[in-house]
């Protein structure tokens, strides 16, 4: 191998849908190294869901380490009433939207609810479509020790990198007794400290503990060789992950108790909306030569009168005089 390719295999990353480099608002692209870096210098790592090009963008230029497109989309991108709708090519169609704005982020997806519980084959065969078609980097999947097998032939069969998930694993929320806190007895407990165990054997390189009590994801977070992402999971987790939508109040069903507000987007928008129906109504807008596209004068000039000759009409809209002519090609 010669001296340049050497340099360019040290550079490329650990399983890639894209090779490494920087994304155009300079943040470095982030690997399964820089996660394990990030750990190993005990830096809290911050991950955030994303559903399409415009939320990954957001993500994108935030800096965010880890992007999660998370099936919670089939609820507050969907309006499904839980996440166990959302199939297996519309989670591939989110994906490939988030990975179009997403050029730093490590983009991990979910794999939905029926897409890798009946057997190994299934579930290598599904990770590997939302690798090729859905451009993942890493697929999540929400289940304890039961999964170990198909997680160690995700792995280790087709060289995948998975994410665990445990505690409240919400495509499985009926048989928990609904949304609720997981991990609150001492045999409940102790069961999530053997899922988390099992799946790190299984080869998971990071693992979202969601809605259990804060010592209880401490206990795993110490226990375990592989970073922890919390979500309502308390603040000694390696990282933390929120659902967009609830964040910045996009999503208003309901708001977890473990999710803090950083914005108001939802109102907002419907103020928008609003304010432009009105301008709509009163004919304020559009605006003759703010948002609107001129003639040359002569070509003007020419239309109407070609207009009023051939059908009878005065036409009214803005003179060429004080118009903005238009460069935009429609």
Not at 159 to 169: E, K
Request: hydrophobic share 40%; aromatic share 6%.
């Amino acid at each position: 191998m010669s001296r340049s390719a050497l340099i360019a295999a040290k550079q490329m990353r650990m399983y890639s849908a894209r090779p490494a480099a920087r994304d155009a608002t300079g943040h470095p692209k982030v690997t399964i190294q820089t996660i394990k870096k990030l750990y190993a210098e005990q830096k809290p790592i911050a991950m955030m869901t994303a559903y399409d090009y415009p939320t990954s963008v957001a993500c994108d230029r935030a800096g965010i380490d880890m992007v999660l497109v998370g099936d919670s989309l089939a609820m507050v991108a969907l309006g499904h009433d839980d996440t166990s709708q959302v199939t297996m090519d519309e989670m591939i169609h989110h994906s490939k939207a988030v990975a179009r704005g997403s050029r730093s982020p490590f983009i991990v997806t979910d794999l939905p609810f029926g897409s890798y519980q009946s057997d190994e084959r299934t579930a290598v065969e599904n990770a590997i479509r939302m690798v090729k078609e859905g451009r993942a980097e890493a697929v999540k999947l929400e289940a304890g020790r039961r999964a170990a097998s198909k997680i160690e032939a995700i792995v280790r069969g087709a060289g995948i990198p998975v994410v665990g998930h445990i505690g409240l694993t919400p495509q499985t929320a009926v048989a928990l007794g609904g949304f609720r806190v997981q991990g609150k007895s001492l045999g409940s407990a102790q069961s999530l400290v053997d899922d988390a165990l099992a799946l790190q054997e299984s080869g998971c390189f990071a693992m979202v503990l969601e809605a259990m009590p804060s010592l209880v994801a401490e206990t795993i977070t110490r226990l375990l060789r592989v970073p922890t992402i919390g979500i309502g999971a308390g603040s000694a987790t390696s990282g933390q992950v929120l659902v967009l939508s609830d964040m910045v109040g996009l999503f208003d069903r309901f708001t977890p108790k473990f999710c803090q507000s950083f914005g108001d987007l939802g109102p907002r928008m419907v103020d928008a909306v609003e304010e432009y129906k009105k301008d709509v109504r009163k004919g304020a807008f559009p605006v003759e030569g703010v948002h609107t596209y001129a003639m040359p004068a002569a070509a003007e000039e020419r239309w109407r009168a070609y207009v009023q000759q051939q059908f009878g009409l005065e036409l009214g809209g803005l003179k060429h005089e004080g118009a903005v002519e238009s460069t935009v090609q429609v």
